[in-house]
């Protein structure tokens, strides 16, 4: 469905919409008439842009049509979203300009049917230049269209990823010379961005493109080395695939590397960069071991990240602890591993739970939270008889490593104020919770709550470190609801969310 | 702009003429004769030609040199050989002659310049362009179409002001030729037709045929011993073709008069294989009822299906509105009030109904004359010789260099209406004050700008008279520029008129290897419609190449195949037409506009090689694609076969017989077809395009409403199986949902549906999501698995394979692994060997649209 403001058209014909919950409908639609009847082929031409009658009076019958109005004066001010959706002109400075409008409540439903047709083409552009960079942060757009919808947005995307699996299938060790020009990409792009965005409706590609990438750098692991290092190096990155084929790359990518960087130490250490490397690690581990005092201060390096903070509230925190664990933590559940998202949450304070396994092998840590949101997250977590908060900002992750049997619990808090979380005791059952299990793993209503040793601190984290976590907690919000999506081997056990009973998985 | 105020019933055997003048309406009569009817007939004799009741009392005299109900005809390439001129006559030839002779009845002398013309609801675009064409050649400058029933709702509503009308009204128009029905809705003072069905062949002329063929013929058979009688009497050209017209002419009076009698009687003489024989048969209302009663049952059919169509039980439609000639006869009227239990309404007059309404439409309906004359807003000739004379120095006039035009509705319900003006031209300071006659209301002295409104406020029932007035700067009146507007409370008007089919281009569904319909305008919207489609190329064109890319546009419903609907329009664009290369995946653009009158113009524009193509289409130009037409009987022919191997293994035999009709009709024309090239230049591919629209339409009709309550059954089990398991899916839960709830959001509509293939094929997909349903969910796949496990050897594209992915899953079973478990047991699905029965032709061309 193609947009095209209807405020043009009022504008043209005098009619006052200023004043939405005043708007004069009647009056309106005698206008519209009379302007049409003045037209001897029934089409009117404002600024380029063609209207029928049919069109207006459509829009004016809706029933929803006062709601309606109102997005259609936002998009009307805010012209560059006009653009892109009358025009198709986008560009991403201009998108930060109307990002937010996204948590409106309703926009989204509204714009959806329209956003859907230009995005798809939009994204069709980025895909036919092969700027997957631009593609990862398109999806980020996604919020802005519904599930019915998405399939139409996704269209182009859809047929891109088939044109990709299909590649590569059909790629052996001699063909790919010839077909370097389209192989390109894959080994000098970081292009698991764009793959690790792919929305839950694409996500049975992410394993195809991933099988055929995984084929294609075993044919030609002896013919192109480099070439399957580096795309085995970028498959690293790639986090939403299913864990086998996780497992898979890494234990792959230690043969390539190998393979291509050479079997001994100390040729690896015949490059000088690489003698830098050693030491430089030799120094972190050192200052690791004797600088950083790991007990009751935040990481040094993080000096400006992490506040260490001992707050009062340690009771609080244990009281909502306490009542998880007996209203709902002790419950039987049924196994379902395809529940790897939570949410949707409002923005009150939500009870993270991240249980301990019996079984080392299928641990969750360690484990880290990302913040896909546009505001800074601040998490409290309670250790050594005191509660420390993090702040988290947008786009950053945060990794805990506890002992694979500990049980680690988070409280997030979204709103920003202040710097005390607010789990008044009386209103610990509008509390929302997550918690989250190993895949597969027996719930164990033991909750071993190790606070005082053995858990180290949180750190930031980098992107490429990512691949070692079991779990990643990846935080999003879409019309103004949060949701986490977990990716690896997480399982979501139970959770109370924004208006909603507890659900139990 | 100029008012039309013309309205012109042109009716299979009546037609009218009326005008809009200040509220009313008036009904033109015949200066000879009187009658506000004249007789839709033409007569040639050899000195002049007739029209009207003296062309159809002609008819007993010379039978085939009259001509009559060739409004059937319209849009067709039929022609009528009239033997005294040697020459054929088209139907719109007829026509013309009859709008012709209506505009003699206006007694003023007025010439009318231009029409409302009324025409069936559910006559086609090509039908509607015929009646268009017949009334330009008629004298009209421009002629605007308006829907019968509309027509008929406007003249009823408008007839009974006073009367609060809000909620559901049928419309019940029987006519001569033609049968319309429609569901009006009226709330808050607006009238809007919301829905109609109707058939272009039942009317009256069908009932004077049965008639003859079913009373008469029988009691000729029995006297006269000549069992083939009937067959004969209707052959074209045969022995008794004066006869069959004299019959026909007959029958019409006995039908008339059993309206009003219990019998009538019939007499005529005629000699029949060599011996002469004296008729005189009696016929009985009730024997007329009883051979109308199933065509009678047709219309009440119809009228069922509109309101199961629109959800609304009989309680909820006030009253049902009877009009057209046919509704006289008592048996219509009491067969539908007894089958529908809504009561009828005869108080409009059914024969000049549509004509009124036409009238009331021509009053809002503007068109720009095209004797542009020099004379402006207000002025006549008078009135500048008088400027003239006034002024001292005859080269000084001062002249006013504007204009204004003005754009409001003649009638109305509501309390005010809106006036909108523009003005044209230099007036500084100029302002304009608009007074109402009896002075209830006064804007003062108001700046005149370049486009303003007002909303005047409207004395109820009454014609409510306003002036406007123009002033100069110095507050002096110009009275050269002063307008009366007069607008009448209490009356009806329509928004616009209703496009009465879907109307569709044709894509390429690639998954099916076939096409599909998707809609550009829904039926129902108001004309005119405008709408650019942007879509991608389905496939590569070479430039110089015979590949092409084709822009199908149908009419017709959007829930039946391509094959089914009506082309009204087609673009072709080979690869020699090209500049350059067209790639796959390229960006078309297609801008298509329906006017009022339902002309229809398409440009389409190629990004990728930068050409445009345009193409207004119309009558003349019956647009076939060979390449299209082949690729379609194909797939009518591979569907047809299909569907009898369905009904025998059903043990079906009558639908199976049928179909079985169908595919050996079709067989017959696929000689003709395959000889067929581009450049032929007979009729031979618009016989075979016909010839397939309707066999694809008889096909889908096969077993009528009974097939579709088993296919409607079969969705709903379906439905209810696949959301069963819906419940307890395993995997991917969220992604089966969502298409779950895309393939069911249409339901209803598609239930409205009487196209068995249309349920088919959503049956079809629902299957689809069941298997998918099933793969995703744990205790489906372990049984399946087990299933595998312990085929044979034999059933494995590659044994040694799955034997490695069985030890795999085994181990994920194992461990729990659900989740690597399925994606072994996908694996393993990829290795089972499968019977193809039935592999698609690759060779599939399809539009290039996708």
């Known amino acids: ?505 | 702009m100029k008012a039309v105020n013309f309205g012109i019933d042109l009716g299979t055997t009546n037609s009218l003429i009326a005008k809009y003048e200040n509220g009313n309406i008036v009904v033109f009569k015949n200066p000879i004769g009187h009658k506000e009817t004249l007789a839709s007939v033409v007569a040639f004799r050899n000195d002049r030609i007739l029209v009207g009741d003296k062309a159809r009392e002609y008819m007993l005299k010379d039978a085939v040199n009259v001509f009559g109900g060739f409004k059937r005809r319209m849009g067709t390439d039929e022609k009528f050989y009239v033997v005294n001129m040697d020459e054929n006559v088209t139907p719109v030839q007829l026509s013309t002659y009859i709008l012709k002779e209506l505009q003699q009845f206006v007694y003023s002398g007025e010439k009318p310049e231009s029409a409302v013309i009324t025409i069936p609801a559910s006559f086609d675009t090509m039908q509607s362009n015929a009646t268009k064409i017949a009334g330009e050649e008629a004298g009209l400058e421009e002629v605007f179409l308006l829907q019968e029933p509309i027509a008929a709702s406007l003249a009823y509503f408008n007839h009974q002001p006073e009367e609060n009308h809000e909620g559901h009204w049928l419309v019940y128009d029987l006519g001569g030729g033609t049968f319309d029905i429609a569901l009006v809705k009226i709330t808050e003072g607006e009238m809007k037709v919301v829905d109609h069905e109707g058939n272009n062949f039942l009317g009256g002329l069908d009932f004077d045929l049965m008639i003859v063929e079913q009373l008469i013929v029988p009691e000729i058979v029995s006297r006269t011993g000549v069992e083939d009688f009937g067959a004969q009497l209707t052959t074209q050209y045969g022995l008794y073709e004066k006869l069959y017209y004299q019959l026909l002419y007959k029958a019409e009076e006995l039908k008339k008069e059993l309206s009003n009698l219990p019998q009538a009687d019939i007499d005529f003489s005629t000699d029949i294989e060599g011996k002469h024989y004296d008729f005189y048969i009696t016929i009985t209302q009730e024997q007329f009822n009883n051979i109308i009663s199933r065509r009678v049952d047709e219309t009440v059919h119809m009228l069922k299906q509109v309101l199961e169509r629109n959800h609304l039980p009989v309680e909820m439609i006030r009253q049902t509105i009877m009009v057209g000639g046919s509704t006289f006869i008592p048996y219509v009227r009491n067969r539908l009030e007894h089958a529908t239990g809504i009561k009828v309404n005869m108080s409009v007059d059914p024969t000049t109904a549509v004509v009124v309404g036409a009238a009331y439409y021509a009053a809002n309906k503007y068109y720009t004359p095209k004797d542009n004359s020099d004379l402006r807003i207000g002025e006549d000739i008078n009135d500048l010789l008088k400027d003239f004379d006034d002024m001292d120095d005859a080269f000084s006039m001062p002249l006013h260099d504007f204009s204004l035009s003005f754009s409001y509705s003649k009638m109305s319900k509501e309390t005010e209406e809106v006036l909108l003006v523009k003005a044209n031209g230099v007036f500084d300071n100029y302002s304009y004050r608009i007074v109402r006659a009896d002075g209830g209301f006064d804007t003062g002295f108001v700046l005149l700008k370049t486009k303003f409104t007002e909303f005047l406020p409207l004395l109820p029932n009454l014609n409510n008279s306003f002036f406007v007035t123009i002033y100069d700067e110095q507050k002096n009146e110009i009275s050269s520029l002063r307008e009366e507007i007069i607008i009448t409370q209490g009356q009806y008007h329509i928004a616009g008129q209703p496009l009465p089919k879907d109307i569709c281009i044709e894509v390429d569904d690639k998954e099916n290897n076939t096409t599909k319909l998707e809609l550009v305008f829904e039926k129902n919207s108001l004309l005119p419609l405008k709408k650019t489609l942007y879509r991608e190329i389905s496939k590569t064109v070479k430039k110089g190449s015979d590949d092409k890319i084709i822009l199908n546009i149908l009419e017709g419903d959007k829930f039946t195949r391509p094959l089914s609907n009506l082309t009204i329009g087609c673009i072709e664009i080979s690869g020699k037409d090209l500049k350059s290369d067209l790639l796959k995946g390229s960006d078309i653009e297609m801008q298509i506009v329906i006017s009022d009158n339902r002309e229809l113009s398409t440009e389409v524009f190629l990004v990728m090689t930068q050409q445009s193509f345009k193409n207004v289409f119309s009558i003349t130009e019956k647009q076939i694609s060979i390449a299209r037409l082949k690729e379609q009987f194909n797939d009518l022919e591979e569907e047809i076969r299909k569907t009898i191997k369905e009904f025998n293994f059903d043990d079906n035999e009558v639908w199976a017989t049928s179909a079985n009709e169908m595919l050996s009709e079709l067989l017959s024309h696929k000689k003709d077809l395959a000889k067929l090239n581009e450049k032929d230049r007979s009729d031979k591919k618009y016989i075979i395009a016909e010839a397939v629209n309707r066999i694809s339409q008889a096909y889908d009709k096969i077993g009528g409403n009974d097939r579709l309550q088993n296919l409607i059954s079969e969705y709903f089990n379906i439905k209810e199986y696949v959301e069963q398991y819906l419940m307890t899916c395993d995997f991917e839960k969220d992604r089966l949902q969502a298409k779950f709830k895309q393939l069911t959001q249409g339901e209803n509509q598609l239930l409205r549906t009487r196209n068995p293939s249309i349920l088919i094929k959503a049956i079809e997909q629902l299957n689809k999501l069941g298997w998918d349903v099933l793969m995703n969910t744990s205790s489906y796949l372990i049984a399946r698995y087990q299933q595998m496990k312990s085929a044979p050897e034999w059933d494995y594209k590659n044994y040694y394979a799955a034997q490695s992915i069985f030890k795999m899953a085994d181990k994920a079973l194992e461990q729990e692994k659900f989740f690597e478990f399925r994606q072994h047991v996908y694996s393993l699905t990829h290795l089972v060997k499968y019977e193809e029965s039935f592999v698609k032709s690759n060779d599939f061309n399809g539009t290039g649209i996708g």
């Not at chain 1, 929305?199 to 013919?223: C, G, H, M, W």
């Not at chain 1, 996780?246 to 040729?267: D, M, V």
């Not at chain 1, 304070?349 to 249980?355: A, I, S, T, W």
């Not at chain 1, 019996?358 to 939270?369: E, R």
């Open chain 1, 1 to 505: 469905m193609q947009y095209q403001s209807i405020i043009r058209f009022f504008d043209f014909s005098g009619i006052e919409y200023d004043n939405v919950g005043g708007f004069n409908l009647s009056r309106a639609k005698k206008l519209v008439t009379a302007e049409f009847a003045m037209q001897a082929d029934g089409i009117i031409v404002v600024d380029g842009c063609s209207y029928t009658k049919q069109e207006i009076l459509a829009e004016l019958e809706r029933r929803d049509f006062s709601e309606r109005l109102q997005f259609h004066k936002i998009i009307w001010e805010n012209k560059g979203l006009l653009a892109f959706l009358e025009e198709d002109r986008f560009d991403f400075h201009d998108g930060g300009n109307w990002y937010s409008l996204s948590d409106m409540p309703g926009f989204v439903s509204f714009v959806s049917p329209y956003f859907s047709v230009v995005y798809n083409r939009i994204m069709r552009s980025f895909l036919n230049n092969n700027d997957l960079a631009a593609a990862a942060d398109w999806l980020d757009y996604l919020f802005f269209i519904e599930a019915e919808d998405e399939e139409e947005a996704l269209r182009n995307t859809r047929m891109y990823l088939n044109d990709v699996v299909r590649f590569f299938r059909n790629l052996n060790d001699a063909s790919y010379k010839s077909r370097d020009k389209e192989l390109r990409l894959w080994y000098t792009t970081s292009w698991s961005n764009f793959i690790n965005k792919l929305p839950d409706s694409l996500l049975s590609y992410v394993d195809e493109i991933v099988s055929a990438i995984i084929n294609f750098t075993v044919r030609i692991q002896k013919s192109g080395k480099k070439i399957c290092y580096k795309i085995s190096k970028e498959l690293l990155n790639v986090t939403n695939a299913n864990y086998s084929l996780l497992q898979l790359i890494r234990s792959n990518h230690e043969a390539y590397a190998q393979n291509y960087k050479g079997k001994t130490f100390t040729g690896w250490l015949k490059s000088g960069v690489n003698i830098v490397y050693v030491i430089m690690i030799v120094i972190f581990a050192v200052s690791k071991l004797f600088l950083s005092d790991s007990d009751d201060s935040g990481y040094n390096f993080l000096d400006n990240k992490v506040v260490d903070k001992s707050i009062s509230e340690v009771q609080r925190y244990k009281n909502a602890r306490d009542y998880y664990r007996t209203n709902y933590g002790s419950r039987e559940f049924v196994f379902n591993p395809e529940r790897n998202a939570g949410g949707p949450f409002d923005d009150k304070n939500v009870y993270l739970l991240v249980e301990g396994v019996k079984d080392s092998a299928k641990a969750l840590t360690p484990f880290s939270i990302k913040n896909n949101t546009r505001n800074t997250i601040q998490l409290y977590v309670l250790r050594a008889d005191n509660v420390y908060y993090f702040d988290l900002a947008p786009l950053e992750f945060l990794s805990f490593a506890p002992l694979y049997n500990q049980s680690v619990d988070i409280i997030l808090k979204f709103d920003n104020e202040g710097d005390t979380f607010t789990i008044p005791s009386d209103s610990l059952n509008e509390m929302q919770f997550l918690h989250v299990g190993s895949l597969g793993q027996e719930h164990d209503t033991a909750y071993v709550f190790n606070d005082t040793t053995n858990i180290d601190m949180p750190y930031l984290e980098e992107a490429e470190l990512l691949q070692k976590a079991p779990l990643v907690i990846d935080i999003r919000r879409k019309e103004g609801a949060f949701y986490f999506q977990l990716k690896g081997r997480g399982n979501v056990i139970y959770e109370k969310g924004k208006d909603a009973g507890v659900t139990m998985k």
